[in-house]
């Protein structure tokens, strides 16, 4: 868990909504193949719902995302949670199609939220994905 969020996440600490969490203490759910560990999900439920905090497939398009998120959404269920909801930036094209195919519905742009994790992040890339600049935290959500 902690060699992955090393890799992906630039360590263990995550922000979403201006909190930090220590994704080493969260729930977990690890993906297994026949090659090994293949995927990882940390999520936390509190009385807002489920949130999924990190996601991630080592392989792409195996359908390693599509287990884990079902299997995330199932511990919600047992725990009674109403709502899935997560968070991820604006540069990240392909979790929000992946999550929109998923089901999950865009419910909030927060404009300038990872300008202001990144005060409590640094490591933040100010450019991600398809180098597209960062700077906004998209809410997607699932009613249960
Ligand atoms: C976004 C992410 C989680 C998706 O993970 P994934 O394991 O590739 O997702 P899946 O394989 O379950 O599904 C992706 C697509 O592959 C397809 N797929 C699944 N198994 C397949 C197979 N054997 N052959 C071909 N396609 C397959 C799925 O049907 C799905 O297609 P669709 O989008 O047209 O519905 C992954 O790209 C990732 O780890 N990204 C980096 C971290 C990140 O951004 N996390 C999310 C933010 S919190």
Do not use: C
Not at 19 to 44: K, M, N, P, Q, Y
Request: glycine content about 6%; hydrophobic content about 45%.
């Amino acid at each position: 868990m902690v060699r992955l969020l090393r890799e992906r996440w630039a360590g263990p600490l995550v922000v979403s909504r201006g909190r930090i969490h220590d994704a080493t203490r969260l729930r977990a759910l690890l993906a297994e193949d026949a090659d090994g560990r293949v995927g990882l999900a940390t999520f936390r439920i509190d009385d807002a719902g489920a949130e999924l905090v990190t996601l991630d497939a080592v392989i792409q398009r195996r359908g390693i995302a599509t287990a884990l998120l079902r299997a995330v959404t199932e511990a919600a269920t047992a725990a009674r949670s109403r709502r899935l909801w997560l968070i991820t930036t604006n540069d990240n094209v392909d979790a929000l199609r992946f999550y929109q195919r998923q089901g999950l519905r865009l419910v909030a742009v927060h404009r300038g939220a990872v300008d202001e994790a990144r005060r409590l992040k640094p490591q933040i890339p100010i450019v991600g994905e398809h180098e597209i600049e960062v700077h906004d935290e998209l809410e997607l959500e699932r009613w249960l």
